[in-house]
């Protein structure tokens, strides 16, 4: 291992990146587009450096991981003695998630150049921002126990929140940023305590290596690590946005394009995905957690999509559709992992999962990049307002129905492979639990509603008459800076997919103890895919769905008004539109239940606690008040007073008699 | 090399010559200024000093022993440990920033560096003296510079806040000198037969003589005098119900009196506790765990709570400050040398960023003129370094990682696990409350659109006395959250001398 | 000789006189004559006791009385000019300011 013993640099030239430009000033950046060079020059150095290890780790990779660490923090002595490390841990998936990561991020920088252009001093701190996100993200990657995951996964949601609320004078926009952050915070809290389980039944070690290596060795027995891994993943569902805690990513659509390309489809929201592949050790040992995640990412897979049926602003229907995909990787982690623990030879659910998170990585970045060209041309998020722009936007329309073929899984594009895994993989949990068949019917109406909704975004956008004549007469095609990033990713969202037959699994698969790899070649993946009935149930789903797309957006022969006209159509369509009340019962929450609260406990504080302290004080200053009557000021009635008490005292003396 | 000299008597030695100086340069005020900014400076670098002399085997280290009033047992007994020299460098540090920060204060100058100094003297007195008389003394030494810089800098309803914040931890004190007392008087006999005082002494105050015995004291009598003992130092912390004197108190304070009321004043008591109660009586405090985990949890729950109703940002940072102790005690309660050095760093945390906090209070009551939320409002671009400043210390203050919040928290709700399992479901809720009130006070008041309902034309924004203080303080927020073990390693050797645990439970 | 009830009855005469005065009047200089009167009935008492018992401590504490005295109207004078200084008046029905 040569390049892996830098690895630790990778994150650090982001850091630096994020320094220079986020406190050297304004003014030396004012003729620098913000500090953008500083940016992509760290950036792109990451990515060669990423590129290098991965390639390394996954060529000369012998299944044991790379691992250097350094001791954070070291408690001693008492009963209670534990080490905190900071280091790197590569293995196959670490080296996946650094091509993915440094990949998208370094082609989103560059884009940024020509996106955020116009946006004047606001630059410098976009560039700082997004500098630092990279830089921890590719931390979070390489993190090499749980703590220092969660350290970095804390500080990927600053920066989310950060750059939300980049327009931070639009109130949608600084709303939607605190609702981010809240949101995932309710996620971070279930992660903390399933560290503190893990940390505990662990005797104080949370290195994966360790952990991984002694999963027997946890002391509290299975229904804590059950507890405990549930609570890891209640983590990843807030990070990656899974249903009930999904209701944040839509509206954190309010940051700028490539923030949404870069953090809330590629690379941030897949950190839930990647938690769960990471701690797949532990995660086999408990079943009924992968039970819960495989039926979480299914049905978060079909909720998100029927909300992105009838959505009109084209990031809000990306935005679902990211949620839903992702959806399909927990399915297909779930399933593989439950599936696991009774037969553990199968691996198909693990590499379907880590397999379509690249995939998705690639061509959902590149379909985000696209809806920002199109936003930088027209000025305008409402698909109603667009069409007809393929004439204007030659290349943007071209790259995107790659990453909409792409997505809709029509083979061979990329998302056709891991899509079709991801369905074997639940398909294949039917023969342990008949839940299955309930997810696996989900991942099918999925992948049709998929190809719907893809493509009606596709044919709106740019098929048909404009109907917004004067965005139509101003539209251009963007820049070479855009477009260039836009035809590499549309390179890899058309192939990434063609890994699965050049061994995407044989490799992944083992870093993980106990799998066992099947080897084979290209031709048997390939017959072995196209042999089975179920490769065909997909595409008919994906090419039902374009179908339907075309008739009613293309063809106009179905009209889409009939869906809405009726009383039904109209009550399903509005509730699509308001999420389903998510984003009412979220706000009821937080205003009416938490804030209701809080007034409550005010009025407690002022009224009770004070109004009790206050009453005694009062009390006593009105005894006070009636007891002072008796200080006259004239000097002989003090006297008369004196006289009269030395009398009494005398005569007192006198009664009781022995003294005088 | 520094063992002939007698560090920790210069150390408050210093700022009383200084608080003299200051009280004498009526004359020339601006004078004034310059000593007491010299005079905290020398404590802050012989504190600086300690840090880097300390070793860490734990122990008291650099101590000094008196005798002052023999026939009573009273000693001027001074000494460090990781406890205490954590909490006197985040005094000398406060105080030379506070002093710093106050750069433009124009009323009675003179008079209130004067009583900053006075402030230093009494609370580096607290946390470094060993015997009982001279703790007190020191204890009652603080309350009179913070009343009267409340009573005279304050605000609106001065009167009535400083009068709250005097009786109540006057009260307190009164309290914690009767279990003193009592520890002097039952604890003489005892003394006395292992042969540690003489036989015909009365008695004596040294704290460590008497932690040494009072492990043989009744439990009844053990009960009380910890109770006592408690009581004065909750009340100082604070905790809920005794705690509605400190909003009030913090409303009202100059900003330089807040910064050292939060920073380092609410310490004392949880420091009393660590250094008095738990190690002299633990038996008392097994029996106590359970009240002092219940007092914790409603601390923290109840102060965030209260923070999410506040329209005052200065108000809201005081409630937030409660929660805050509230994790400081939590952490005591679990009664392991990881909740109570999480515990202790949980402290230092807290000091450092409640300054950085009260600090934007008090630029926002200077430049905006309010610090009513509602009448804020899209400043973010109007004061960019303020803002940067306010979200640093919000984001540090909910314990984000990288900052020194979090790892305090996160040992704190860990050791929580420990001890009482899933019922820290109850308090680590307030990681998300936390984060609630601060986002939803920054969203508020320097994000969205520009507020119409004050002069914005002439917001000014951070000048270099602001500035300087909070770089350095936001500089070891970061530097201290990246790099802990320095602070811990100097805490957790001396957390078995606190609490001797074995052969307790 | 003469019976040491008869200086005991005299001094006791005096002081109720005096007390009466100091209870009653409202001129503060007939007061301050009152006070000086309950003092000699003390001094009477004083020196009567001292020759009764043939020890001269008694006439030395009388001795010191009457310095102490005449010191203390001294200053009662002055504060009485005072007041009618800065008041125009010495009745004390008028001089209250001690009150609540």
Known sequence: ?660 | MFENIPILSLLILFPLVGAIAAFMMGRSPKAAKYAALAFSAIPLALSTLLLTEFSLTGGFQFVEKYQWISFLGISFHLGVDGVSITMVFLSTLLVFLAILFSWDVEERLHQYMGLMLVLEVGVLGVFLSLDYFVFYIFWEVVLIPMYFLIAIWGGVNRAYASIKFFIYTHVASLAMLLGIFALFFTTAPLLQADGLIPADAIGTFDMLLIADVAGGLGEMLQIAIFGALFFGFIVKMPVVPFHTWLPDAHVQAPTAGSVLLAGLLLKMGSYGIIRICLPTLPEAAVDFQLIMAVIGVVAIIYGALACLAQSDLKKMVAYSSISHMGIVMLGIATLTQLGIAAAVFQMFAHGLITAVLFMVCGMFQHKAGTREIPMLGGLAPKVPILSTVMMMGFMASLGLPGMVGFLAEFMVFTSTYDAWGVWVLVPIATVALTAAYYLWAMQRSIFGELTTKIDTKHLHDAYWFETVPLAVLLGLIILFGVWPAFMLDLITPSIPMVWPLSGVI | MIPIEYFLALSGILFVIGALGVLTKRNAIVVLMSVELMLNAANINFVAFSSYYGNLNGAVFALIAIAIAAAEVAVGLAIIMNLYKTRDTISLDEINLLRW
């Open chain 1, 1 to 660: 291992m040569t390049f892996a013993e830098y690895a630790w640099l990778i994150p650090i030239f982001p850091l630096i990146a994020f320094v220079v430009v986020g406190f050297l000033g304004n003014r030396l950046f004012k003729n620098w587009e913000g500090g953008a060079p500083i940016a992509i020059g760290m950036t792109a150095i990451s990515l060669v450096l990423s590129l290098a290890v991965a390639f390394e780790a996954l060529t000369t990779g012998t299944g044991t991981p790379f691992i250097q660490s350094l001791e954070w923090i070291v408690v001693q002595g008492g009963e209670f003695a534990f080490t905190f490390n900071m280091g790197i841990y590569i293995d196959n998936l670490t080296a996946l998630m650094l091509i993915v990561v440094s990949f998208v991020a370094t082609l989103v920088v560059i884009y940024s150049l020509g996106y955020m252009h116009e946006e004047g001093e606001k630059k410098r701190r976009y560039y700082a921002v997004i500098s630092l996100f990279i830089s921890v993200m590719l931390g979070l990657v390489l993190a090499s126990n749980f703590l220092q995951m969660f350290i970095f996964w804390e500080l990927v949601g600053l920066c989310s929140y950060l750059l939300i609320g980049f327009w931070n004078t639009r109130p949608s926009a600084a709303s939607a940023a605190k609702k981010a952050f809240l949101v995932t915070r309710i996620g971070d809290i279930m992660f903390m305590i399933g560290l503190f389980v893990l940390f505990v039944g662990f005797q104080g070690n949370l290195d994966f290596a360790y952990i991984f290596d002694n999963v027997d060795a946890f002391v509290g027995g299975n229904e804590l690590l059950t507890f405990g891994t549930l609570m890891l993943f209640g983590g990843a569902v807030g990070k990656s946005a899974q249903f009930p805690l999904h209701d944040w990513l839509p509206d954190a659509m309010e940051g700028p394009t490539t923030v949404s390309a870069l953090i809330h489809a590629a690379t941030m929201v897949k950190a839930g995905v990647y938690l769960v592949a990471r701690s797949y050790p532990v995660m086999v040992e408990t079943p009924d957690t992968m039970l819960v995640i495989a039926f979480i990412g299914g049905f978060t897979a079909i909720f998100a999509a029927t909300m992105a049926l009838n959505n009109t602003n084209i990031k809000r229907v990306l935005a679902y559709s990211t949620i839903s995909q992702l959806g399909y990787m927990f399915l297909a982690l779930g399933a593989g992992g439950y599936i696991f623990a009774q037969q553990p030879e199968f691996n198909v659910g693990y590499a379907a999962g880590t397999f379509h998170l690249m995939n998705h990585a690639f061509f959902k970045a590149l379909l985000f990049l696209s809806a920002g060209a199109v936003i930088h041309a027209v000025h305008t998020e409402d698909m109603r307002l667009m069409g007809g722009l393929s004439k204007k936007l030659k290349i943007t329309s071209l790259v995107m129905l790659i990453g909409c073929l792409s997505i809709a899984g029509i083979p061979p594009f990329s998302g056709f492979w891991s899509k079709d895994l991801v369905l074997e993989a639940a398909f294949a949990g039917i023969e342990y639990n008949s839940l299955f068949i309930l997810l696996y019917a989900f991942g099918l109406i999925t992948a049709f509603m998929t190809a719907f909704y893809m493509f009606r975004l596709w044919f709106l956008t740019f098929s048909g008459e404009p109907r917004d004549k004067h965005a139509y007469e101003h539209a251009h095609e963007a820049p070479a800076v855009m477009w260039v990033p836009l035809a590499l990713l549309a390179i890899l969202a058309f192939g990434s997919g063609f890994a699965f037959l050049f061994g995407f699994e044989s490799t992944l698969v083992p870093g993980l103890m106990d799998f066992h790899p099947h080897e084979a070649g290209p031709i048997d993946l390939l017959t072995a895919v196209f042999t089975n009935v179920l490769t065909y149930a997909s595409i008919a789903a994906a090419v039902l769905g374009i179908g339907l797309a075309y008739m009613m957006y293309k063809k106009r022969a179905i009209d889409p008004a009939r869906f809405t006209s009726g009383s039904v159509g109209k009550t399903l369509s509005n509730v699509l539109l308001a999420r389903y009340g998510f984003t009412k019962g979220y706000d009821w929450i937080g205003l009416k239940v938490v804030y209701g609260t809080a007034k409550v406990v005010d009025f407690i504080d002022r009224r009770l606690i004070d109004g009790l302290i206050n009453g005694i004080s009062a009390g006593l200053i009105r005894s006070g008040n009636f007891l002072r009557r008796a200080q006259t000021g004239f000097v002989q009635s003090y006297a008369a007073v004196i006289v009269v008490g030395v009398s009494l005292i005398v005569i007192l003396l006198f009664l009781v008699g022995g003294v005088i």
